[in-house]
């Protein structure tokens, strides 16, 4: 079977063998009710293992296809029960949010407080906005892009910094590309990752809690975070716990709407829940970006007043082979001392990796995204029954996510907050600790770029 993802005229994805195919259909089966499945619960079920593959070939074993599927409504359900003495807190994804907004066609300050409510009656205990954890993400992510820019002359892989948020392009470039990329990845952890440092550790920490008596679940656009819940930097091996123990999709939820027959609009209205304790989220902030977290958009004004004394106020984007390959420049006397990309889908990533390979690559920093049109068309939420993009769908989340007010992570006061108290102060070395991450080095196989078009 050809994935939709694959750019090989033949692809070499492995058959199943007998065992593999059991362990899976031994998941499968465990989850199904003898109930008619709704549109998102056969979504679940195939795409994960067939048209969601990164690579074709070297990025998800057997064992880990069964751990993501196990990621399922079940699992929530089960820990739901007060029984099992675990505090329940859910994480949503600011790109979630405009989804539920469309669906149910309301605002999205109203979407995230009736999904709140939802949550809460299944018996969630808190329920976080990770819009915190991007701040962080992005903030150490400006740093990093600063001083690589700096030391370019020294460092042989300082540039081009490619983004690190996109856990279905950190799978790939590990397991497929390796040392020919992984050098140039931002080491600035992703917003879910740093999430579950913030629920399993601060928050449990206030709560006087251990890790393993919380169980985190992420509320998310796409399937890929499942896999990036499984990294081996997410586990405290001292309590056995992961930081995020579960992802579901933004459709997973909506199918246990479904499944109760329940309009969000019919929802008890509950806020967001802090870290900080009692005191309950205002109004909902997201960061500047169309469709994702706007890490190009933050870096480059960043960048531009750090290096160049330089206040941007509005981005230009260039449209070049497409309209998920876009470029953003900055020219002084004359000059360009910037030049950025925009790099979504895996055929403008394959074609960015091509030109960093033959060294032709120009630009400074990439935001580096796996799913095309950026995180709001994750595959776990903006797709029709036949599993294309759902187009006026996507239009819709667009509109609702551009309503949304912009804060720069520099003016949030909860994290100046928190660098101070849990992280003893912005370049500590308890930062580097628990906000980056260290990629793998291996040599790719021999057949990586074996690319047909």
Same mark, same amino acid.
């Given at each position: 079977?050809? &994935?939709?993802?694959?750019?090989?005229?033949?692809?070499?994805?492995?058959?199943?063998?007998? =065992?593999?195919?059991?362990?899976?259909?031994?998941? *499968?089966?465990?989850?199904?009710?003898?109930?008619?499945?709704?549109?998102?619960?056969?979504?679940?079920?195939?795409? %994960?293992?067939?048209?969601? &593959?990164?690579?074709?070939?070297?990025?998800?074993?057997?064992?880990?296809?069964?751990?993501?599927?196990?990621?399922?409504?079940? @699992?929530?359900?089960?820990?739901?029960?007060?029984?099992?003495?675990?505090?329940?807190?859910?994480?949503?994804?600011?790109?979630?949010?405009? /989804?539920?907004?469309?669906?149910?066609?309301?605002?999205?300050?109203?979407?995230?407080?009736?999904?709140?409510?939802?949550?809460?009656?299944?018996?969630?205990?808190?329920?976080?906005?990770?819009?915190?954890?991007?701040?962080?993400?992005?903030?150490?992510?400006?740093?990093?892009?600063?001083?690589?820019?700096?030391?370019?002359?020294?460092?042989?892989?300082?540039?081009?910094?490619?983004?690190?948020?996109?856990?279905?392009?950190?799978?790939?470039?590990? #397991?497929?590309?390796?040392?020919?990329?992984?050098?140039?990845?931002?080491?600035?952890?992703?917003?879910?990752?740093?999430?579950?440092?913030?629920?399993?550790?601060?928050?449990?920490?206030?709560?006087?809690?251990?890790?393993?008596?919380?169980?985190?679940?992420?509320?998310?656009? &796409? /399937?890929?975070?499942?896999?990036?819940? *499984?990294?081996?930097?997410?586990?405290?091996?001292?309590?056995?716990?992961?930081?995020?123990?579960?992802?579901?999709?933004?459709?997973?939820?909506?199918?246990?709407?479904?499944? #109760?027959?329940?309009?969000?609009?019919?929802?008890?209205?509950?806020?967001?829940?802090?870290?900080?304790?009692?005191?309950? =989220?205002?109004? *909902?902030?997201?960061?500047?970006?169309?469709?994702?977290? $706007?890490?190009?958009?933050?870096?480059?004004?960043?960048?531009?007043?750090?290096?160049?004394?330089?206040?941007?106020?509005?981005?230009?984007?260039?449209?070049?082979?497409?309209?998920?390959?876009?470029?953003?420049?900055?020219?002084?006397? $004359? @000059?360009?001392?910037? #030049?950025?990309?925009?790099?979504?889908?895996?055929?403008? %990533?394959?074609?960015?990796? *091509?030109?960093?390979?033959?060294?032709?690559?120009?630009?400074?920093?990439?935001?580096?995204?796996?799913?095309?049109?950026?995180?709001?068309?994750?595959?776990?939420?903006?797709?029709?029954?036949?599993?294309?993009?759902?187009?006026?769908?996507?239009?819709?989340?667009?509109?609702?996510?551009?309503?949304?007010?912009?804060?720069?992570?520099?003016?949030?006061?909860?994290?100046? !907050?928190?660098?101070?108290?849990?992280?003893?102060? %912005?370049?500590?070395?308890?930062?580097?600790?628990?906000?980056?991450?260290?990629?793998?080095? @291996? !040599?790719?196989?021999?057949?990586?770029?074996?690319?047909?078009?």
């Amino acid at each position: 079977m050809k &994935c939709e993802n694959c750019t090989k005229k033949e692809c070499s994805k492995k058959p199943k063998n007998d =065992e593999q195919q059991s362990m899976r259909a031994d998941v *499968l089966n465990s989850d199904e009710e003898n109930e008619e499945k709704s549109e998102f619960h056969k979504l679940a079920n195939a795409k %994960i293992f067939l048209s969601d &593959c990164l690579a074709c070939e070297n990025c998800i074993t057997s064992e880990e296809a069964v751990r993501v599927f196990q990621q399922n409504q079940k @699992e929530l359900f089960q820990k739901c029960d007060t029984s099992k003495h675990k505090v329940v807190a859910v994480s949503i994804c600011p790109q979630s949010l405009p /989804y539920f907004a469309a669906k149910f066609n309301i605002c999205v300050t109203e979407a995230a407080k009736r999904l709140c409510g939802f949550l809460r009656s299944l018996g969630v205990h808190y329920v976080f906005d990770t819009t915190i954890a991007a701040d962080f993400s992005i903030l150490e992510s400006q740093k990093e892009f600063v001083q690589r820019y700096r030391h370019q002359s020294q460092e042989e892989y300082a540039l081009p910094m490619f983004a690190s948020a996109c856990p279905g392009w950190i799978q790939y470039a590990e #397991r497929v590309l390796s040392s020919l990329v992984t050098p140039y990845i931002c080491t600035a952890k992703s917003p879910q990752q740093i999430m579950g440092s913030l629920v399993k550790g601060y928050f449990a920490k206030q709560q006087n809690l251990s890790p393993d008596k919380i169980f985190h679940v992420i509320v998310a656009p &796409c /399937y890929d975070k499942k896999l990036e819940a *499984l990294r081996e930097d997410f586990y405290n091996p001292l309590y056995s716990s992961r930081d995020v123990d579960c992802v579901l999709t933004s459709g997973e939820i909506f199918q246990i709407m479904e499944q #109760r027959k329940t309009s969000l609009k019919e929802v008890k209205e509950v806020a967001f829940d802090t870290l900080f304790g009692g005191i309950k =989220e205002g109004e *909902l902030i997201r960061h500047d970006g169309r469709r994702s977290d $706007g890490y190009l958009e933050h870096i480059f004004k960043h960048a531009a007043k750090e290096l160049f004394d330089i206040d941007v106020k509005e981005i230009t984007y260039r449209v070049l082979k497409n309209k998920d390959f876009q470029e953003v420049t900055l020219e002084k006397e $004359g @000059e360009t001392v910037l #030049r950025f990309a925009a790099t979504y889908g895996f055929r403008n %990533i394959q074609n960015m990796v *091509l030109k960093l390979k033959k060294g032709k690559c120009v630009y400074h920093f990439v935001e580096v995204l796996a799913c095309p049109g950026g995180c709001l068309n994750g595959k776990g939420q903006a797709q029709t029954e036949d599993g294309k993009p759902d187009r006026a769908l996507l239009r819709q989340m667009e509109d609702v996510y551009a309503a949304v007010p912009v804060q720069l992570p520099e003016n949030s006061e909860h994290v100046q !907050k928190l660098y101070q108290e849990w992280l003893e102060g %912005i370049d500590s070395t308890r930062v580097r600790e628990t906000l980056h991450t260290k990629y793998s080095m @291996e !040599k790719p196989t021999a057949n990586s770029f074996d690319i047909k078009w």
